[in-house]
């Protein structure tokens, strides 16, 4: 069975950092692009950021660019979101999610909540 | 960036009922959209790829079609299971843009 598992959430306070980890099980992490897509509290669905399969190219949403970063461990199956400079705004529920034609696969999610 | 307008924001039906949702992108964005269906407390599921293709394993009363920058979700008979809240998605480009939600309430 494909399946991503998010983990790393949790509750930070303004300016700190924060790392969230996605284990992939079922197919081949390698084979794929995947993606971040966050959703705030009750609100709609918003894209984060992609890595491509070997990590020489990604992409950001211009409200975490030079804040997050992106980043794969393809031997260990794990995909990563290193979130630093957290505002309140990047409260949310982060999803991890395969990309194929579009978005495919997702996680169960996790929570970040940026509070003081 | 591309903007993805959809309509409506909520919409009340009954079971049975044949059920319309527009998304409108603001660019050429060719086939490059997705459907998804989010049900409370749960993970979006994809319905539909490329604009008209069905997920596999989706029930086939779930439909998609696009006509230039309009890209439509139709339920052919709306089911119980099926009352949840939908997100269009442009992948043509990025930024990678939702639509706002259409929320499917009972009638």
């Known amino acids: 069975e494909v399946q991503l598992v998010e983990s790393g959430g949790g509750l930070i306070q303004p300016g700190g950092s924060l790392r969230l980890s996605c284990a992939a099980s079922g197919f081949t992490l390698s084979s794929y692009w995947m993606h971040w897509v966050r959703q705030d509290p009750g609100k709609g669905l918003v894209w984060v950021s992609r890595?491509?399969?070997?990590?020489?190219?990604?992409n950001y949403a211009d409200s975490v660019k030079g804040r997050f970063t992106i980043s794969r461990d393809n031997a260990k199956n794990t995909l990563y979101l290193q979130m630093n400079s957290l505002r309140a705004e990047d409260s949310a529920v982060y999803y991890c999610?395969?990309?194929?034609?579009?978005?495919?696969?997702w996680g169960q999610g996790t929570t970040v909540t940026v509070s003081s | 960036d591309i903007q993805m307008t959809q309509s409506p924001s909520s919409l009340s039906a009954s079971v049975g009922d044949r059920v319309t949702i527009t998304c409108r992108a603001s660019q050429v964005i060719r086939n490059d959209l997705g459907w998804y269906q989010q049900k409370p407390g749960k993970a979006p599921k994809r319905l539909i790829y490329?604009?008209?293709s069905l997920q596999s394993g989706v029930p086939s009363r779930f439909s998609g079609s696009a006509s230039g920058t309009e890209f439509t979700l139709t339920i052919s008979s709306l089911q119980p299971e099926d009352f949840a809240t939908y997100y269009c998605l442009q992948h043509s480009s990025y930024p990678w843009t939702f639509g706002q939600g259409t929320k499917v309430e009972i009638k």
């Open positions: 999610v395969r990309g194929y034609i579009g978005l495919d696969v």
């Open positions: 490329a604009a008209s």
């Open positions: 890595i491509d399969t070997d990590e020489s190219s990604t």
